[in-house]
C-alpha cells in the first residue's frame, strides 16, 4: 500500500529549506557610445564654416558673371541663366538622392540593431519591428516574394523574438547572402588573374582597389542600400573599421600556407601567389561588406567563410602546370 503525498509546513528551529534561485533575464547591456566630454566640435564648425563661405563665393561669382554677360551679350547672358538653373535643379536632385541613401543604410544599420537586440533578450517587440522594417525594404524584391509569403503566414505561430527573427533571416536572406557570395567569389577570381599578369606592381595596388570598391558597392545593393556618393563612403569606412576590428586585413605568406598546404604554396609561382593573395584580400573585404550591410546579423544561417567564397583561388592554384 502505498502513502499519497502531502504538503506540510516545516516546524522547529532546526530545519533548513532551500529555496531554488530565482530565474531571471540578463540584464540588456547598453551599446557602447562615444563618451561626452562637454567639449565644442571645433573640427566640424571649422569644417561648415569653410564649406558655407565657399558655397557663398560660388554662388555670388556665378550671379556675377551671368549679370555681366546679361549686360554684354543678352542672348548668351539668357543661355548662361538656364544652364545655372539646369545645374541647380540637378544638384537638388542629388542632394535628394544622396539624404534618401544615407537614410536608407541607416534604416538597415538600425534593423540590424534592433535583431541583434531581439536575438540577445528574446523582446517579441523587437523582432515584431524588425520583421515589418524588413517587409517594407524587401517588398519591392522579387527573389523574396516567396519567403515574405510563409514567413506572413507563420508568424502569429512563433512567440519567442529570437525565432521570429531567425525566422525571417531563414525565409527572406539565402537568396540575397547567396547572390552576395557569388560577388564576392567573382570578384576575387577577377583580382587574382588580372595581378596575376600584371607586369607592375602599381598596377596591381590599382586593381585590387578599383574591384574592392565596386564589390562593395554591388553588395550594398544587393542588400538594399542603393548607396549614392555619400552613403557608399560611408559604408566603405564602415567596412574598412571592421575590417580593422577583426584584423582581415592581415593575410600574409603563412595564412596562405595554412589554407594551401607547405608544399603547394611552395611549388606555386611567386607571381601565382601574389595572385592569391589579392584575390583573398579582396574576398576578405567582400565578406566584411556583407557583414556591414545585411540587415539581419548571422545567427540562423551559417556565415560564410573564406573557404567557401574563394576556393576557387585554391582550385586554380593546385596544378600550375596544367595550365
Known sequence: MTRRPRAFEPVGEGVVVDVAPE?????????????????WPLGSLLGGAVVGLLGLWFVTAVERFILDLLEREPLLGRAAAVLAGVALLAAAGLMVREVRAVLRAASIDELRSRAAAALETDSRSEAR???????????DRPETAEGRGRLAAAEGDVIDGRDMVR????ELLPALD???????TMAAKRVSIATAVAPRA???VVIVAVQALGLVREIAAVYGARPGTAGFLRILRAVFAHLALTGGIAVGDSFVQQLL?????ARISARLGEGV??????????????DVCRPLPFDALKRPGLREVAGALFDGAADPEAR
Open 129 to 139: 519591428a524588425v520583421i515589418v522594417g524588413l517587409t517594407a525594404l524587401y517588398r
Open 202 to 204: 602599381v598596377l596591381d
Open 167 to 170: 525566422l525571417a533571416e531563414r
Open 277 to 290: 593573395l589579392n584575390g583573398l584580400l579582396t574576398a576578405r573585404v567582400g565578406l566584411a561588406a556583407m
Open 23 to 39: 530565474i531571471v533575464e540578463r540584464p540588456v547591456m547598453p551599446s557602447a557610445t562615444a563618451r561626452k566630454d562637454g567639449r
Open 261 to 265: 598546404g607547405h608544399g603547394l604554396a
Open 178 to 184: 547567396a547572390s552576395a557570395a557569388a560577388a564576392v
